[in-house]
Each structure stands twice: as structure tokens, then as C-alpha cells.
T-cell receptor, first 114, second 109 residues
């Protein structure tokens, strides 16, 4: 079954620690995205990548970093510079760049501060 | 940037009732999606509907792109319809989605 897999489902971070959230897709999609959702809010775009080895900042990129070394994978690192990291993080992908196509989402990772 | 407004913010229905959710957006779009977020946080794709009308069972959606709004209709609501419904739009020329703040629906038995 094709889809987007995010891991872990729950993650706890200590103060001053970097943590990495995994996102893998086997849909052969070109573009991948990371969104953040705070309680009672909609999703906001952190970073996106349209092709391997290329990515762009979204609306709230400060305190986050990404890499896109493989088409299937788009990990997100929440750095210690992100002062309010507690949130629900969702990864998405879409089939092709340059054309409007629906985005498909993983099941998310909940990050909390210890 | 583009603004996305959803109404109503909260909705309480009795099982079996019908409802209409609205999404207004402030600029031209080439992508519009409706999602249902269940209590576990999963975002379920309901419709990809940048224009026109689509139906899927008890749900249907209409987007009038020239007037910058979309409507989601839920008929004969069930308790499993409870959750948050999001409208998300893709501004023309961009691949990203901009989300509204959602409509929280509670369907009681």
C-alpha cells in the first residue's frame, strides 16, 4: 500500500536538544512538505522541497532544518533554537511540481517538551 | 499573502441533520482541498476541488473560483462526522497550501 509514513508518533525533547522527525513516502511523489499545527489552529508551512537536494523555507522556518537527499525521504530537525516546539507536525507530498495537485498527508508526530 | 476564512467556527448538530460549511479566500487559487481531521489528528482528504462540484456519498463540495469561495455539504450527519473540517488553498503560482482555522463539528446521537 502506498502512503506517507511519519515516525515516531510521539516524541519528547529536553531543553537544548535537537530532535529529528522522519517522513518517508513510497508514492513516487516529487514534492514534500512539513507543516506545524498548534492546538485549535490550522496548519502552517515550515519547509517544502520540490526536488532532491533542493528545499525552500515556508512561513515559519526559524528554528527548523531539513534535508532532501532521497526522493522518498524528507526529515525535519527541530533545533534548540526553536523556543516553542510543542506542536503536532504533519508531513505531506504531492505528485508533481509545476502543476496543482492534491497533497496527501501522513499521520503526524506529536512533539512535547520535557 | 492569501487569507482563508472558514465559517462557522463551531457547529453542533443532531444526528441526521444537514449542514453547510463555507470557505472564503482572498486571491486566485489553483488548488483547493477539504480535509476532515479526526480526534486522533489524522487528516483525511475529502475533496480536491479547485473548481466545480463533486460528490462522495453523503458529502459534496462546490467551489466557485471566480467568486472565491467553496462550500462543503454534509447530509444526514453521523456521530463519526465529528471532528474539524479544514479548507486549504493553493495560491496560483505556488505549490504550498494555506489552511483556514477550521470548523469544529460535533454530531450528537
Amino acid at each position: 500500500d502506498g502512503g506517507i509514513t511519519q515516525s515516531p508518533k510521539y516524541l519528547f525533547r529536553k531543553e537544548g536538544q535537537n530532535v529529528t522527525l522522519s517522513c518517508e513516502q513510497n508514492l513516487n511523489h516529487d514534492a514534500m512538505y512539513w507543516y506545524r499545527q498548534d492546538p485549535g489552529q490550522g496548519l502552517r508551512l515550515i519547509y517544502y522541497s520540490q526536488i532532491v537536494n533542493d528545499f525552500q523555507k515556508g512561513d515559519i522556518a526559524e528554528g527548523y532544518s531539513v534535508s532532501r537527499e532521497k526522493k522518498e525521504s524528507f526529515p525535519l530537525t527541530v533545533t534548540s533554537a526553536q523556543k516553542n516546539p510543542t506542536a503536532f507536525y504533519l508531513c505531506a507530498s504531492t505528485i508533481t511540481l509545476g502543476q496543482a495537485q492534491p497533497q496527501h498527508f501522513g499521520d503526524g508526530t506529536r512533539l512535547s517538551i520535557l | 499573502g492569501i487569507q482563508v476564512e472558514q465559517s462557522p467556527p463551531d457547529l453542533i448538530l443532531q444526528e441526521g441533520a444537514n449542514s453547510t460549511l463555507r470557505c472564503n479566500f482572498s486571491d486566485s487559487v489553483n488548488n483547493l482541498q477539504w480535509f476532515h481531521q479526526n480526534p486522533w489528528g489524522q487528516l483525511i482528504n475529502l475533496f480536491y476541488i479547485p473548481s466545480g462540484t463533486k460528490q462522495n456519498g453523503r458529502l459534496s463540495a462546490t467551489t466557485v473560483a471566480t467568486e472565491r469561495y467553496s462550500l462543503l455539504y454534509i447530509s444526514s450527519s453521523q456521530t463519526t462526522d465529528s471532528g474539524v473540517y479544514f479548507c486549504a488553498v493553493g495560491p496560483t503560482g505556488f505549490q504550498k497550501l494555506v489552511f483556514g482555522t477550521g470548523t469544529r463539528l460535533l454530531v450528537s446521537p
